[in-house]
């Protein structure tokens, strides 16, 4: 079973950084993508990052390129979220997700298999 498991969510500042933590299990990771969605309040869930396992590619919503990260360490089937300059509009439940692949579309119309989401909170 493909299990993804979110951890890093907590509290930050107008400004701050947090980073975002995925374990996936249950693939193969060198070849799937995997992604990071949110979901604010009273809002649908978005995609805002995802990253292919076989070549490295990114993609990103344009709200957040120049200020995320998404990285992998296919070794230890982990995928990261470097969350920089840090806005209150970035406050959601952030979940790790995975597909066959990563691409513009599946940020736009979803990926198969999500994990259970952390909070993130950003104050001013």
């Known amino acids: 079973d493909v299990q993804l498991q979110a951890s890093g969510g907590g509290l930050a500042q107008v400004g701050g950084s947090l980073k975002l933590s995925c374990a996936a299990s249950?693939?193969?990771?060198?070849?799937?993508?995997v992604g990071w969605f949110r979901q604010a309040p009273g809002k649908e869930r978005v995609g805002v990052a995802c990253?292919?396992?076989?070549?490295?590619?990114?993609y990103y919503e344009d709200a957040v390129k120049g200020r995320f990260t998404i990285s992998s360490d296919n070794a230890k089937n982990m995928v990261y979220l470097q969350m920089n300059s840090l806005k209150p509009e970035d406050t959601a439940v952030y979940y790790c997700?995975?597909?066959?692949?990563?691409?513009?579309?599946?940020?736009?119309?979803?990926?198969?298999?999500y994990g259970k989401g952390t909070q993130v909170t950003v104050s001013s």
């Open positions: 249950g693939f193969s990771f060198d070849t799937y993508g």
């Open positions: 990253i292919n396992g076989r070549d490295g590619s990114e």
């Open positions: 997700a995975a597909d066959w692949m990563c691409s513009g579309s599946q940020l736009y119309y979803g990926m198969d298999y």
